[in-house]
């Protein structure tokens, strides 16, 4: 919807999102004191749909009264729990309920769509994230410097000449595959260690040439293809970016709602003494 992309709309969301948080927050103190407990068409229908959802079959009366029963208990027990502060200074109960009102804001905004501009944008300021990886078409035989000792350029030499006269070729034996087939930046350089797919970029096309080293040895090469990372255009990879674009709103509108609720605090932070906060911070730092 067009409305939703326009900014003075997401203001009145983090708006309307920190009104409904005050207005269950001042109406927390008056729960205690109802002693009503109602439970209403929608939250029996509920009730009904989480145990379909579980049993695959809708709930007997026996066991929708269950059901009631127990969500009417829980209440109770709830209401009681927080009347004796038993929910204080809980790490388990805090936790939820800022994961809880965590949710609540995500769900908010989630309903912010992007316009085509928007992702362009973003996009267009994100290139590195989104470029395909360059891919290489190869052969390769593998030299082990440790079995070759001091006669290892010699052989390498050797073996280089062979493979470009199309001569039979041994080289060392080796886990690592001879060849490879469009693979991408990240799978060579996890198969030979970080930077071998950066020698490939130095080598032509269509001829073996070596010796190129890596962590493992040393290897001759063949190239026969390589294509090039390219930036998709947006209609290609549209959702990705919407994808990406949200979860970066989302981070940005979470800072600015705890910014938001800060400000109504005094924050107050008393450190230990010096000496004692010395203590804290060594025992951190060694284990």
Do not use: C
């Not at 269950?24 to 509920?46: F, K, P, W």
């Not at 973003?122 to 440790?146: C, G, H, I, W």
């Not at 470009?164 to 996890?190: M, T, Y």
Request: hydrophobic share 40%; net charge negative; proline share 3%.
């Amino acid at each position: 919807m067009k409305i939703l992309r326009e900014p003075l709309v997401h203001f009145l969301l983090l708006g309307a999102v920190l009104f409904l948080i005050f207005g269950l927050t001042n109406q927390a103190g008056t729960i205690s004191s109802d002693q009503r407990v109602v439970v209403s068409v929608g939250r029996i229908e509920q009730l009904a749909t989480v145990f379909g959802k579980t049993w695959q079959r809708p709930p007997t009366n026996e066991e929708l009264k269950g059901l009631i029963d127990d969500f009417v208990l829980e209440e109770v027990y709830y209401r009681q729990a927080v009347a004796m502060g038993i929910d204080r200074d809980d790490t388990i109960i805090r936790r939820r309920l800022r994961q809880k009102l965590e949710f609540l804001t995500d769900d908010v905004f989630s309903l912010v769509e992007p316009t085509d501009g928007e992702l362009a944008a973003y996009l267009a300021d994100n290139q590195e994230k989104f470029r395909t990886s360059a891919t290489y078409t190869f052969r390769q035989v593998y030299v082990n410097p440790e079995k070759h000792g001091e006669n290892t350029e010699a052989y390498v030499a050797e073996q280089l000449e062979l493979l470009r006269s199309g001569k039979a070729h041994g080289g060392d034996a080796s886990l690592l595959p001879e060849s490879f087939d469009h693979d991408s930046r990240q799978v060579i350089d996890g198969t030979f260690g970080m930077g071998f797919s950066g020698e490939l970029d130095k080598l032509s096309i269509g001829e073996w040439q070596g010796p190129v080293r890596s962590g493992l040895g040393i290897h001759l090469v063949r190239l026969a293809a390589r294509t090039e990372g390219r930036l998709p255009e947006l209609a290609e990879i549209r959702s990705v970016v919407q994808r990406e674009w949200s979860n970066e709103k989302r981070i940005a509108n979470r800072r600015k709602m705890n910014d938001r609720l800060l400000e109504d605090y005094e924050v107050i932070i008393e450190w230990p003494e010096e000496k004692v906060a010395g203590q804290i911070f060594g025992e951190a730092e060694r284990s």
